[in-house]
């Protein structure tokens, strides 16, 4: 009797999983469909605005014409050339840049004496604009590389250095009073407590450091390059081709956030174990 009890609870507990995942699902696909109407509608605006001519082609051409010119510089090679010399910039600007964000954050985050002595001097240099510190970095490093890279490491170090300083002296107290009865070591306590409760600031720090170094990298093209996508929009710029800058801009864009949507896959790979509040997802 107990057993034939058992065996009919589990097509009840297969049914109400199944539920579930259909309505996550439905729940999934309504939010996409939220988040691709509004981008469906203006660009439907857009167009029609454009063809009734009711917008001036040089400074806005219809998103018709953009694809155009999108198809024309991938179908040359130009547009895949430009982006794989800015996505190597970006990303060795940004290994630089936000390894030592982190290293910086972790050490600064252990040790009051380093931040008494380090941190003011940080925070002062981090409120220094691109714009004002890359002519800088030209006349010292020159136009080749190496400028480009530096200035985007700047702009990486520090969203990771804040990021991660915040998160290891926001943990919570009380967690170091489990560790001291469980008698961890100095170093049990860092690996397993401080660190793994300082993920999400990390991680945060890691998406806004990704997104301030594609930001360095324009600035860095822009005032001194001959390739890459910052070099293709400010060239067009120079002849009037809107619609080649349109296509620089949605590539960066396009691919800034495919960088942060890893990111946030990995974090939530990586940070299964939090129970935080999402929102809720039928409203």
């Given at each position: 009797?107990?057993?034939?009890?058992?065996?009919?609870?589990?097509?009840?507990?297969i049914?109400?999983?199944?539920?579930?995942?259909?309505?996550?699902?439905?729940?999934?696909?309504?939010?996409?469909?939220?988040?691709?109407?509004?981008?469906?509608?203006?660009?439907?605006?857009?167009?029609?605005?454009?063809?009734?001519?009711?917008?001036?082609?040089?400074?806005?051409?219809?998103?018709?014409?953009?694809?155009?010119?999108?198809?024309?510089?991938?179908?040359?090679?130009?547009?895949?050339?430009?982006?794989?010399?800015?996505?190597?910039r970006?990303?060795?600007?940004?290994?630089?840049?936000?390894?030592?964000?982190?290293?910086?954050?972790?050490?600064?985050?252990?040790?009051?004496?380093?931040?008494?002595?380090?941190?003011?001097?940080?925070?002062?240099?981090?409120t220094?604009?691109?714009?004002?510190?890359?002519?800088?970095?030209?006349?010292?490093?020159?136009?080749?590389?190496?400028?480009?890279?530096?200035?985007?490491?700047?702009?990486?170090?520090?969203?990771?250095?804040?990021?991660?300083?915040?998160?290891?002296?926001?943990?919570?107290?009380?967690?170091?009073?489990?560790?001291?009865v469980?008698?961890?070591?100095?170093?049990?306590?860092?690996?397993?407590?401080?660190?793994?409760?300082?993920?999400?600031?990390?991680?945060?720090?890691?998406?806004?450091?990704?997104?301030?170094?594609?930001?360095?990298?324009?600035?860095?093209?822009?005032?001194?390059?001959?390739?890459?996508?910052?070099?293709?929009?400010?060239?067009?710029?120079?002849?009037?081709?809107?619609?080649?800058?349109?296509?620089?801009i949605?590539?960066?864009?396009?691919?800034?956030?495919?960088?942060?949507?890893?990111?946030?896959?990995?974090?939530r790979?990586?940070?299964?174990?939090?129970?935080?509040?999402?929102?809720?997802?039928?409203?």
């Amino acid at each position: 009797m107990q057993r034939a009890g058992v065996e009919s609870a589990l097509p009840k507990q297969i049914r109400a999983q199944k539920r579930r995942q259909t309505s996550r699902l439905s729940i999934q696909s309504a939010n996409l469909l939220l988040g691709v109407l509004l981008p469906v509608i203006l660009l439907a605006v857009w167009q029609i605005a454009g063809m009734m001519g009711k917008l001036n082609p040089t400074l806005l051409p219809t998103p018709g014409v953009i694809v155009q010119e999108f198809v024309s510089l991938t179908l040359s090679g130009e547009l895949l050339r430009h982006l794989e010399i800015s996505t190597w910039r970006a990303l060795l600007g940004f290994l630089l840049g936000g390894g030592l964000g982190l290293a910086m954050g972790l050490w600064v985050g252990f040790s009051y004496k380093t931040e008494r002595l380090i941190d003011p001097s940080l925070q002062m240099l981090r409120t220094l604009p691109h714009l004002a510190v890359a002519p800088l970095f030209i006349l010292w490093f020159g136009f080749d590389e190496t400028s480009k890279i530096l200035l985007i490491a700047k702009g990486a170090f520090f969203p990771l250095y804040v990021n991660t300083f915040l998160g290891i002296r926001s943990v919570d107290g009380k967690l170091f009073d489990v560790a001291r009865v469980l008698e961890f070591s100095r170093w049990q306590m860092i690996t397993k407590l401080v660190l793994p409760a300082s993920l999400p600031n990390i991680f945060l720090g890691i998406r806004l450091s990704i997104g301030v170094a594609w930001l360095g990298l324009v600035v860095a093209e822009m005032m001194g390059s001959s390739s890459g996508i910052g070099f293709l929009i400010n060239d067009a710029r120079y002849f009037s081709i809107t619609s080649v800058v349109f296509v620089g801009i949605i590539v960066f864009a396009a691919v800034g956030k495919l960088t942060d949507s890893l990111v946030k896959l990995l974090e939530r790979r990586l940070l299964s174990w939090q129970d935080s509040y999402k929102g809720d997802g039928a409203s």
